[in-house]
């Protein structure tokens, strides 16, 4: 059964950093793409950045271009989102999900996480 386990979340400032995991099992990794989406408060679901089983990057949002940036380590099933320059606006739920291969629409991932928090306050 394909899982996805996401960690890393908490409180911090603006300004701060955090590291994000995705850990994964039950699948082979190498031929996934895995996408972090976010939810905020009040709003939709919305896509943040994805990395393709070739390694190629898709951000959904421009605005966490230059701050935002994701990795893969096959050999350790994980995922990482590395959060730099973190603004009140990032505060949000934060999923990775599975898709085969390629980034796609948030609408066609198929395995997801349960979420970790994610709050940018003073």
């Known amino acids: 059964q394909p899982q996805l386990v996401e960690s890393g979340g908490g409180l911090v400032q603006p300004g701060g950093s955090l590291r994000l995991s995705c850990a994964t099992s039950g699948f082979t990794l190498d031929y996934y793409a895995i996408g972090w989406f976010r939810q905020a408060p009040g709003k939709e679901r919305e896509g943040v950045i994805c990395?393709?089983?070739?390694?190629?990057?898709?951000h959904y949002t421009d605005s966490v271009k230059g701050r935002f940036t994701i990795s893969r380590d096959n050999a350790k099933n994980t995922v990482y989102l590395q959060m730099n320059s973190l603004k009140q606006e990032d505060t949000a739920v934060y999923y990775c999900?599975?898709?085969?291969?390629?980034?796609?629409?948030?609408?066609?991932?198929?395995?997801w996480g349960q979420g970790t928090q994610v709050t940018v306050s003073s």
């Open positions: 999900a599975a898709e085969w291969a390629m980034c796609v629409t948030m609408s066609r991932f198929e395995y």
């Open positions: 990395i393709s089983s070739d390694d190629d990057i898709t």
